[in-house]
């Protein structure tokens, strides 16, 4: 039965309001019982449900019911398949209907501004246009089946050390190109039910009472219709906050934050529509979500955790594959040394508030051996231990031993479960020392060796890489990476993921090195727009492996780039098609993600060399091929006006191109584009460069008969000097011969003219 929301919403006293306005425990809002208003369940998410019945610890596992742990999202956002994240939606969803849970608490789409950060492995990507494509997916999937999500964290929660208080001190151009673009995509688009704001302050203003963030820009601009609740923890001033636009405090200050909502209304401090603007929110998620509790359902294990596999599976980036080393061949008389204890203990999630207590797990080395056949012989050494204190030396040579006697060498390797975890961040990207150690000593004793990493995000590659023929990220693969990894080995599964990240040659060459993570509560945002590939790109540094990188089995070529315009800047229906075709090469059924980015090599403001606005995964056959295809709209080749206070497209040339990664694309096109100018009214302070490039202004100086003359008598260097001087200092100098009043004159001629 749906809720009367505006007969609830009357007949609620003052007090009910406020308590409404804040949760009842860690996961339930609050009831009216007298009335019929019943409190829903939230749980953490993103990549599985940690619903807890009993105790509500919020950062542990505790006593979490069973369910499915899927790859993180660090994890998903390499499979740049918006169709998997949209399944592995609605498997959460089918989860969060058997436990009666009603919102799931995610996804996450805060950039990857730098490696470090500890919550990196819930976060999807340092491109804001890849994050909130599949993040939108993500979400479409979940709400389809009546369970809302929560977008989170509202906004600029880019680190883990002293989150609960850092000002993220960011520029306007910075948040809008950057760190914002996710959540708008998935705001407008995909439409989720709740956000969730972030911890930090953005500015010096603390996320939940931010009034610009919450409600000028998410609802006013965005339209935002839906419930904006706090992370848990974040409310420092209810009061501040209901103003702001925060609608749900979690966990409630019971006692506390209702009396203080009541008091300011009562005192006339709080306009008492503001409080029901937010209640009537809250009744709306409680009436939005009635429908799924009232068809409370059960769920397949086995089928999610066969999804899961194949989620893992499609994540996993062969980064190097020298000599074609895999696949393997199940069939055939081999002997394989697996090496690692994660092979036999994986770590397959990260810690924190998104641990998920999993219905099963597989096993890389039983996995591996369940599908070899009957001439391969898999043996298996520790090679190091997972805890510090081991005897590390003794488990190398074991290893050093055993591998000079295989064929091929499988090393699982990776970061132990301490080394990366919501609260704190990383002091480095290095595996661990007796990982790199026991590597180089085994490529002593073998030449053929697979590394297969098991890490949240970016690790070092550059010290060690050397040692190893192949390599495999597999990252935080789920509860199922175990069978996906053997899938993959013994060619059942074909690699497809692409890096979300770019992999540094060094720590030291990430853009954010320098600001990261700030001190004394405050964090500068100094790199701007270049984060991720964007500043490695525009520094002209080498990397390890680029953004958007990853080898196949089989190998693609992409052809035939055609692009059209149509529309125009100025109408705002600018549209660009581009299309290309894609050829699968090699001997092997595969998907290649194609990639398209735009630069615009001749703007008047610094922009990335290249940026991501498209890409198309497609499947072929050997020897097919299929075309890809792109629409761009206006915002593709626009950049954020500090000036204007809004995006602005110049007019001129812009390069399409396509390709496998940021850095290998093969097919290049160049359009132009016709926009009127977005240069402001000349005046005074305007510089002579300025008056030059405008042509009514040029042309009022050239006519000049003091002026025009000396204008074509300056030589470059002096041309150069002075061309950046305000035009009000050159007449306060006298130069040209032209005072104050004559420019005064000549600015309210322009004016006139224009006002025609």
């Known amino acids: 039965m749906a809720l009367d929301v505006d007969s609830v919403l009357a007949d609620l006293t003052l007090e009910e309001k406020a308590a409404l306005s804040i949760g009842s425990d860690m996961w339930h809002t609050a009831a009216v019982e007298r009335l019929g208003l019943e409190s829903i369940m939230v749980s953490d998410g993103p990549h599985g449900l940690r619903a807890q019945f009993e105790h509500g610890d919020h950062v542990g596992i505790g006593d979490s019911v069973p369910a499915t742990c899927f790859p993180t999202a660090s994890a998903l956002a390499s499979s740049w398949n918006p169709e998997l994240l949209y399944e592995v939606g609605q498997a959460l969803a089918r989860e969060c209907l058997h436990w009666g849970v009603s919102v799931l608490l995610g996804p996450g789409v805060n950039m990857k501004r730098s490696p470090l950060c500890g919550r990196n492995f819930e976060y999807f990507s340092e491109d804001p ?44 151009r910075t948040l809008r190109e950057i760190y914002l673009p996710a959540f708008e995509r998935v705001v407008t688009e995909a439409k989720p039910w709740t956000v969730m704001c972030s911890y930090n302050k953005i500015n010096n203003v603390y996320a939940s009472q931010d009034h610009w963030l919450l409600t000028e820009l998410l609802r006013q601009e965005w339209g935002f219709d839906g419930l904006v609740v706090s992370d848990w923890g974040a409310v420092h001033d209810r009061v501040a906050a209901l103003r702001a636009g925060l609608d749900l405090e979690m966990p409630p200050k019971i006692g506390y934050s209702d009396t203080a909502v009541v008091e300011a209304v009562r005192s006339g401090e709080l306009d008492e529509s503001v409080l029901e603007d937010t209640v009537r929110r809250l009744l709306d998620l409680v009436d939005r979500t009635r429908p799924a509790r009232e068809d409370q359902q059960g769920f397949d294990a086995d089928e999610h955790h066969r999804l899961a596999r194949r989620a893992a599976a499609e994540s996993a980036v062969l980064l190097k594959n020298d000599d074609q080393l895999l696949p393997l061949a199940a069939d055939s008389k081999i002997n394989i040394l697996v090496v690692g204890e994660f092979a036999w203990q ?94 180089a000593a085994l490529a002593g004793a073998n030449s053929r060796i697979a590394v297969l990493l098991a890490n949240g995000a970016a690790v070092s590659v550059s010290d060690w890489q050397q040692h190893a023929t192949a390599i495999l990220e597999c990252w935080l693969g789920g509860q199922a990476a175990g069978g996906a990894v053997a899938d993959l080995i013994f060619g059942r599964a074909n690699p497809s993921g692409k890096l979300a990240e770019t992999i540094p040659d060094r720590l030291q060459d990430n853009p954010s090195y320098l600001n990261f993570p700030g001190g004394q509560g405050i964090v500068r945002y100094g790199e701007g727009v270049f984060i991720g590939y964007r500043g490695y ?20 070529a992409v052809s035939d780039l055609d692009v059209t315009v149509g529309g125009s800047v100025a109408d705002g229906d600018l549209e660009v098609v581009a299309r290309a075709t894609v050829r699968n090469t090699g001997d092997r059924d595969g998907a290649e993600v194609v990639q398209l980015y735009v630069a615009d090599p001749a703007s008047t403001v610094p922009r990335p060399m290249r940026e991501l606005k498209g890409f198309a995964k497609i499947n072929l056959a050997p020897g097919e091929s299929g075309e890809v295809e792109f629409r761009l709209e206006q915002r593709a080749f626009a950049f954020w006006s500090e000036r204007l206070h809004r995006w602005a497209v110049e007019a001129g040339d812009f390069e399409i191109a396509v390709g ?97």
């Open 660 to 756: 496998s990664s940021s850095r290998e694309l093969t097919q290049k096109q160049t359009i132009t584009l016709d926009a009127p100018s977005i240069d402001g009214p000349l005046g005074s302070e305007s510089t002579l460069d300025e008056w030059l490039s405008d042509a009514r202004g040029r042309g009022l100086l050239e006519a000049d008969p003091k002026v025009g003359p000396i204008l074509q008598q300056l030589d470059g260097p002096m041309r150069q000097m002075i061309g950046q001087m305000p035009m009000s200092t050159l007449a306060g100098f006298g130069m040209f011969g032209v005072g104050l009043a004559d420019l005064d004159r000549a600015v309210a001629q322009l004016s006139a003219e224009s006002a025609r």
């Open 129 to 172: 246009y890849q994050a909130g494509v599949l993040a939108g997916a993500m979400v479409r999937g979940v709400q389809s089946l009546g369970i809302g999500t929560s977008l989170k964290h509202f906004a600029v929660n880019n680190q883990e050390t002293d989150r609960m208080r850092v000002s993220a001190e960011v520029d306007e």
């Open 537 to 556: 790109d525009k520094a002209e540094l080498e990397v390890a492996y680029p953004f958007g990188h990853g080898l196949s089995y089989t190998s693609f």
């Open 346 to 439: 994986p770590r397959f999630q990260g810690a924190g508030s998104s641990q998920v207590n999993p219905t099963r797990i597989d096993l890389p080395l039983e996995e591996l051996r369940t599908l070899a056949g009957p001439e391969v012989v898999i043996n298996f050494v520790p090679g190091y231990g997972l805890e510090d204190g081991g005897d590390d030396a003794t488990l190398q040579d074991e290893a050093i031993a055993a591998a000079a006697e295989a064929d091929v060498v499988l090393a699982f390797l990776g970061l132990p479960a301490a080394a990366e975890s919501e609260g704190f961040d990383r002091t480095d990207i290095d595996l661990p020392a007796s990982q790199r150690d026991l590597l």
